[in-house]
C-alpha cells in the first residue's frame, strides 16, 4: 500500500518531536520527516501538517505558563528548523517531483478553501470510526473520509475525557487538536488544503 510507510513513520516522527521537548535534540526528527517525504512526499505534507499540530499539542500541554512558554520558546525554534533541514534533505528527490508536476494539474481556486461545504454528515464521520461502514463511494473526494483506529481506541478516548485524574487543560488541548482533524474530515475546505493537486487538467487527460 503506498502510504503505509507513512502510517509507520509517523509515530516515529512523533517519537522525534518528544526529543526536541525534553532534551532539545532535533536529529530525530530531521531523519524520520525527511525519510518520510522521500518515500512518500504525498503523504509526506500530509504528516508534515500533523506533526506541527502535534507539536503545538506537546509543547502547551507542558509549557503551561507564560514565563514557562518565553523560558522554552527555543524548542519552537528547533522544530521549525528541523522542519526546515528535513525539507532540504528530501529536495533531492521533492525538487524533482515538483518539478516534473509543474503545470500538469487543474489551477486551484481559493474559493474551494474557503468554501464551508461538508463532505458528509457528522453522524456519517461517527460511523467511519466502526468496522464495516465502508461504502465504494466514499473513495470520491466529496464523500465520508476512510477511518478506522479500532473500538478500543474509541473506548479509550472516551475514558480519558472522563477520567478526573488527567487535568482539565490536557484535556481541553486535546480536545481541540482531536476538533482539528474532525473538521479537516468533515468540512471540504480543509480537506481540500491536502488535496491541492488531485484534479487532473485537461492536459492529464490528453496523456
Do not use: H
Not at 33 to 53: E, F, H, K, Q, T
Not at 59 to 65: D, G, I, M, Y
Not at 96 to 109: E, K, M, Y
Not at 160 to 173: A, D, G, M, S
Request: charged fraction near 15%.
Amino acid at each position: 500500500v503506498m502510504w503505509l510507510d507513512g502510517v509507520i513513520l509517523a509515530p516515529l516522527i512523533c517519537f522525534g518531536i518528544d526529543q526536541i521537548g525534553s532534551k532539545g535534540n532535533v536529529g530525530w526528527y530531521i531523519s524520520f520527516m525527511a525519510l518520510a517525504v522521500i518515500l512518500n512526499y504525498y503523504i509526506g505534507c500530509m504528516i508534515g501538517i500533523y506533526s506541527a499540530i502535534y507539536f503545538a499539542w506537546a509543547f502547551f500541554k507542558e509549557n503551561t505558563t507564560i514565563a514557562r512558554i518565553k523560558k522554552e520558546k527555543r524548542k519552537i525554534g528547533l522544530f521549525l528548523l528541523g522542519a526546515l533541514l528535513a525539507l532540504g534533505v528530501s529536495s533531492i528527490l521533492l525538487i524533482p517531483a515538483i518539478n516534473d508536476l509543474a503545470g500538469t494539474r487543474s489551477q486551484f481556486s481559493y474559493q474551494e478553501v474557503l468554501s464551508l461545504k461538508t463532505n458528509c454528515s457528522f453522524e456519517g464521520i461517527l460511523s467511519r470510526l466502526f468496522c464495516g461502514s465502508y461504502q465504494e463511494i466514499d473513495q470520491n473526494i466529496d464523500g465520508c473520509p476512510n477511518l478506522y483506529a479500532s473500538i478500543l481506541t474509541v473506548f479509550l478516548v472516551g475514558m480519558y475525557f472522563t477520567n478526573p485524574k488527567e487535568k482539565k487543560r490536557n484535556k481541553i488541548l486535546t480536545g481541540i487538536v482531536l476538533g482539528i482533524f474532525f473538521l479537516s474530515f468533515w468540512i471540504q475546505g480543509l480537506n481540500w488544503i491536502c488535496l491541492l493537486y488531485t484534479s487532473p487538467s485537461p492536459r492529464d487527460t490528453e496523456r
